[in-house]
């Protein structure tokens, strides 16, 4: 692989933005120096490849810490393949994806592990990496948590919801967490509580609400909140770091600052669909509310001002997509006459950049905190950091030329995700991804697709190291 100077733009990182030209060499970044400067002449002679980046921002490839690509879930399938789904997070600016493996119950941690790798391998066009979801904690499996770790699959999702299916308990929880304690793994903890959940769902469908908007009813937010204070409560114990993903209550935003005020090792995650999306849209007619039905749910409006703040305030570090598209037709229809049949899960992997850019153009976060959030916080996290998330010598040339000023309307026509709506259709925005490389690899140039399956590599994650 030869030389490519990117030229001209403003190199953004979460720590910094500097006027630069950047120099990548058979992968990497090797150097930046100041535009115009001597030495950046002689690279932009020598270089096998210039990239003009006037007027462009220049800024890390994307990393989403939690999508679910063909996830079997309530008698289906997620519809976006390794394939199409690194396809479209490429397209959107994001280089890196860390997945959710998941263990059947009743079998090891070694076998769903290796089902996914079997699903990705060969097939992805940016880079990928690994999460475990443990459906069944049992003596073996606590010993295989230890065998992963070493291999590069160093965090693990417990769900206090979906009873029957992924549900642990606490004394389950406590154990994994003691474990993770022990070997450097982290809990990533989907904090709803699904026993009394399930309570309300079966009151909700005997008194005839059946429709979409009653999903965010009974995933009522205090359940949230209190799942939330447990988990913390349970790595407190433990002894143990804990992730929250997919955060959408305020109520659960107040259990994690007040944790994070008595200085313990407490992070969340929020997704662009509790940031930008509502109640109000599960309310929409004609079952139209089953495209926005996802668990956490969509909260009331009035929700969003507070995860904002906490973004700003470093109360929540991160924020992913939980990209787990499944079709209207065919499959959100399978809930009609009854929500709680509604495969949850919203397609956004190909959107979570631009909408945040949009977040800064609204003034709720800062140019570099949009960085922080959605490259640097993620890979810091999860063990990937500085290979991925920043722009800087010796990581990898995972970079995204970002055009500030074009504007886009967000539509199913238009967007490569594998799925026949989009959660965002017709909201325009302002930032649009003109040219992505992977590795030095330009997979997007100038808006033409010019990756290819395969081209992607699995990456055996580090443990984490706590941004901030
Ligand atoms: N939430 C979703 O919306 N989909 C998949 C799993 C989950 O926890
Ligand atoms: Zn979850
Ligand atoms: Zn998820």
């Known amino acids: 692989m030869g030389t490519t100077v990117i030229r001209g733009g403003l190199v953004i990182t979460a720590a910094e933005e500097t006027n630069a030209d950047v120099l990548v060499e058979d992968g990497r970044v090797t150097a930046l120096a100041a535009h115009d400067s001597d030495v950046a002449r002689v690279w932009a002679e020598s270089a096998g490849r210039v990239i003009d980046a006037t007027g462009r921002y220049v800024i890390p490839g994307g990393v989403d810490a939690h999508t679910h690509m063909e996830m079997p879930f309530g008698g289906t399938y997620a519809v976006d393949t390794f394939e199409t789904g690194t396809r479209a997070a490429a397209w959107g600016g994001t280089t890196t994806i860390v997945d959710f493996a998941v263990q059947t119950v009743g079998e090891s941690l070694r076998a769903g592990l290796d089902a996914w790798h079997a699903k990705a391998d060969g097939n992805c066009a940016v880079d990928y990496a690994f999460h475990m979801i443990l459906s069944d ?278 967007h490569h995700m594998n799925v026949d709506y989009s959660a965002y259709e017709g909201r325009t925005v302002t930032g649009r991804v003109q040219t992505v490389l992977s590795r030095g690899e330009v997979v997007v140039d100038d808006r033409s697709y010019t990756g290819r399956a395969g081209h992607g590599r699995f990456i055996a994650r580090e443990t984490c190291r706590y941004p901030g």
């Open 137 to 414: 904690v049992t003596e073996d499996t606590l010993k295989e948590m230890d065998a992963l770790v070493d291999e590069g699959v160093t965090s693990f999702k417990l769900f206090m919801a979906y009873p029957g299916v992924f549900y642990s308990d606490d004394g389950k929880i406590l154990r994994a967490m003691q474990r993770a304690a022990g070997n450097g793994g982290l809990v990533m903890m989907h904090a709803e509580n699904g026993i009394a959940i399930d309570v309300l769902v079966e009151q909700a469908l005997a008194a005839g609400r059946t429709d979409p908007r009653h999903h965010g009813e009974v995933r009522h937010a205090l359940l949230e909140a209190e799942a939330t204070h447990r988990a913390i409560q349970l790595a407190r114990v433990a002894g143990a770091p804990l992730y929250v993903v997919h955060v959408s209550a305020m109520e659960a935003v107040a259990e994690l600052a007040q944790a994070r005020d008595l200085g313990l090792p407490v992070f969340g995650e929020t997704c662009p669909q509790y940031l930008f999306l509502s109640a109000d849209n599960l309310a929409e007619p004609d079952f139209e509310g089953a495209k926005y039905v996802c668990s956490t749910p969509l909260r009331p409006k009035e929700h969003q001002a507070h995860l904002w703040r906490a973004l700003r305030t470093d109360d929540l570090q991160v924020v992913s997509t939980d990209h787990c598209p499944f079709c209207f037709k065919g499959q959100k229809e399978m809930g009609l006459g009854d929500f709680s049949k509604i495969p949850n899960g919203l397609p956004g992997v190909e959107n979570r950049m631009d909408l945040l850019h949009q977040a800064v153009v609204d003034g709720h976060i800062s140019r570099r905190r949009w960085i922080e959030i959605a490259c640097a916080a993620p890979a810091r996290m999860f063990g990937l950091y500085p290979r991925k998330g920043t722009i800087a010598p010796g990581s990898d040339a995972d970079i995204v030329i970002y055009d500030p000023d074009a504007a886009q309307v967000m539509s199913a026509e238009t």
